[in-house]
């Protein structure tokens, strides 16, 4: 070995351990080495085990649900009893069953009466399908996370299997371990509307947004409805908005009876259909939730049965503080932002000098 | 050594302190601008999953359209038979058939307000409904009515009165008045003993006191008195004390000539004939777990398909 390299050799060394001493330090400082090697994919792990048990959780509340659906479907003699103020689209006054034809008899679903016959056995398929659905959500709001609700096609085979597609896949955070619940933000995208390119805040999922719904409003009306859950914190309230954006194809579907709802099967009469959905072939004057100004809403922790006259005053007066006005047949529907039931409100407004909350 | 040698070892360490330096820039420095960690987003990623299922069950549908074939044939049966002859024919290994299989709350608020809507709608006047609650110890057992059954009756609106259950989530029944009032109790007690013996204790609400009140009671028959009074008419729920009738405030009930009101001398009210049947399926063999929020309980059950239906009566020769 030459001189040289005796004279080398330790320097480098010396270097080598000074770097990597300084680099433990830089990184230690910067807390990368708080979290053992293969947390994330810890993170990963745990979240795939979620999807397991939530996996797990509707096949046996799919499998109850059909149990407990032939019962009540058996009890009620085959017709099902499904209220419009359970159907998220219902236009018309709620609570007014709409699946009866003659009523019931004492308790017992009248098949025949003197001249008329009010059962009609092809409908039992129907029927079930309805019960189901109402069934499957009520155990799927109760999963602790945000599973879809009403997002089932079903198909009924003989002696009896029922199977459901998900229209939309499940999808769950996968969250920093060192905190158990989601930070949600609002999410920009946009989309195509019959208007043209619209902004559109996604808040799915986050406070504002009831649990199994799916939300979304323009930017304009998002910051209104923002606006208004201030207002309402304020009174020691807070909203829930469970039906906003609805896209072309979407009302498309419900106007067709694709969706659980069935509307298209049960009221094949148009006019008569459009008391409970509209039809989005009559344009967004007709169907404001397709524009993403319109928002049905009621106070979080309540059903709309559960809201009072007072509770409905009360949204009443914070909504139109934040710039929304009603729709008169609908408590819980809202616009804003230049729809034309909103312009014509406003407009009367002006005419009138009087505050118009509510409008036909 | 050579002098290329040289130069890549000096390379080393600079190459090693530029890493360090690397490593000490970037997403660091952009970290303090964020001011509010705790509204960051503490989500890294989205797992997303098809959640369709498959469920089955041994049942099947097309037992309606077995049930309505059967009833077609019950109806052309009543023709010539009581619906109770034809019902008892019709019994096979499938299905077991019923007249009416209402038990507990839904017997005692059902039966109740039957009697008492059948009552309205007669349209006779100075006469009485009468139904005795008496049942055998037999038929206590079997209706599930070894219990204290509380019914509470108000009006929401005019002409209407609704029957509910307490204690028994959504179960209820709107009676239509016609425009009758009069003394209407605002609670209905009943309870069974062991040995049948029914008592039933009905409670008033008096409008021009303004205060409730417990009627004469126990009971253990139901008594309807339908009058005339000054061209009003009026239906009263009474007791019978000998051949007279008590109103609720235990006061005698005077006819327009100031005497008592003699009941061997009142008619019973014309009940018209309705002719409309509740009937009760069951399928035999076959039973699945369900809730039913009359007993609270989630437990294997059979189902039971309930449906009323007009029959025609039979013809007479």
Not at chain 2, 59 to 83: F, G, R
Not at chain 2, 246 to 251: E, F, V
Request: net charge negative.
């Amino acid at each position: 070995m030459k001189k040289s390299s005796l004279f080398f050799m330790p320097l480098i060394v010396i270097i080598l351990i000074i770097v990597l001493v300084n680099l433990y330090i830089v990184l230690l400082e910067k807390g990368s080495f708080t979290k053992p090697i293969g947390s994330r994919q810890f993170d990963l792990f745990k979240t795939y085990l979620e999807a397991e048990k939530a996996l797990f959780f509707i096949d046996q509340s799919a499998k109850y649900s059909l149990q407990q659906s032939i019962y009540e479907l058996a009890k009620d003699g085959g017709l099902s009893e499904v209220y419009a103020s359970d159907v998220l689209t219902s236009r018309e006054t709620p609570f007014i069953p709409i699946a009866k034809k003659c009523g019931k008899f004492y308790g017992y679903s009248l098949w025949y009466e003197k001249d008329a016959v009010c059962f009609d056995e092809n409908k039992v398929k129907l029927n079930l399908e309805l019960l189901f659905n109402e069934r499957m959500n009520s155990y799927l709001d109760d999963y602790p996370i945000n599973i879809w609700l009403d997002n089932y096609k079903y198909e009924i085979r003989d002696s009896i299997e029922i199977i459901g597609r998900a229209k939309e896949p499940l999808k769950l955070d996968i969250l920093k371990d060192e905190r158990k619940e989601a930070v949600k933000k609002p999410i920009e995208e946009k989309i195509i509307t019959k208007e043209g390119i619209t902004e559109l805040k996604e808040f799915t999922g986050t406070e504002l947004c009831a649990k199994g719904s799916k939300c979304g409003l323009t930017a304009e009306a998002y910051q209104k409805l923002e606006e208004a859950q201030k207002l309402a914190k304020e009174k020691g309230k807070s909203l829930e908005i469970y039906s906003a954006y609805r896209s072309e194809e979407e009302q498309t579907a419900l106007w067709g009876g694709q969706t659980p709802e069935r509307y298209r099967q049960r009221f094949p009469n148009e006019e008569e259909r459009r008391k409970y959905v509209c039809n989005p072939n009559l344009g967004l004057g007709e169907c404001p939730h397709m524009t993403g100004k319109a928002v049905d809403i009621r106070f979080k922790g309540k059903s709309n049965s559960d809201m009072t006259v007072d509770d409905w005053k009360e949204l009443e007066k914070i909504m139109y503080t934040a710039g929304f006005r009603r729709y008169t047949a609908e408590l819980w529907h809202y616009e804003c932002c230049g729809t034309e039931r909103y312009n014509r409100a406003v407009q009367l407004e002006k005419e009138t000098g009087k505050e118009v909350r509510a409008i036909s | 050594m050579e002098t290329k040698d040289l130069v890549l070892l000096m390379l080393i360490p600079i190459i090693l302190v530029s890493l360090v330096i690397y490593t000490d820039t970037g997403p660091a420095i952009t970290g303090a601008v964020v001011n509010e960690p705790a509204k960051e987003s503490n989500i890294i990623g989205t797992y997303s999953i098809n959640p369709s299922f498959k469920a089955k069950e041994k049942y099947d549908l097309d037992d309606y359209n077995k049930i309505k074939e059967l009833l077609d044939v019950i109806m052309s049966c009543a023709k010539q038979n009581s619906v109770e002859q034809c019902v008892a024919q019709i019994n096979d290994n499938e299905f077991a058939w019923q007249l009416g299989c209402d038990k507990g709350a839904e017997k005692v608020l059902y039966d109740f307000a039957e009697f008492f809507q059948d009552c309205i709608d007669s349209e006779d006047n100075n006469c009485i409904c009468t139904k005795n609650l008496e049942l055998s110890s037999e038929k206590i057992k079997e209706y599930g009515l070894l219990n204290t059954f509380d019914l509470i009756l108000n009006e929401p609106s005019q002409n209407k009165i609704k029957i509910e259950v307490l204690k028994s989530e959504g179960l209820s029944y709107g009676i239509n008045t016609n425009g009758l009032s009069g003394w209407i109790p605002s609670r209905y007690v009943l309870g069974y003993d062991s040995n049948g013996i029914p008592k039933l204790n009905l409670f008033f609400y008096d409008l021009s006191k303004g205060d409730d009140f417990k009627g004469p009671g126990p009971l253990t028959k139901l008594i309807i008195y339908k009058n005339n009074l000054n061209n009003i008419n009026t239906i009263d729920f009474v007791k019978q004390e000998n051949d007279n009738l008590k109103n609720p405030r235990d006061n005698i009930i005077m006819d327009k000539d100031n005497k008592p009101v003699e009941v061997s001398k009142l008619p019973n009210c014309n009940i018209k004939p309705k002719n409309t049947y509740k009937l009760c399926v069951m399928q035999k063999n076959y039973k699945i777990t369900a809730y039913d929020k009359l007993d609270g309980q989630v437990k294997e059950r059979s189902p039971v398909v309930k449906f009323a239906a007009y029959i025609a009566p039979a013809q007479n020769p």
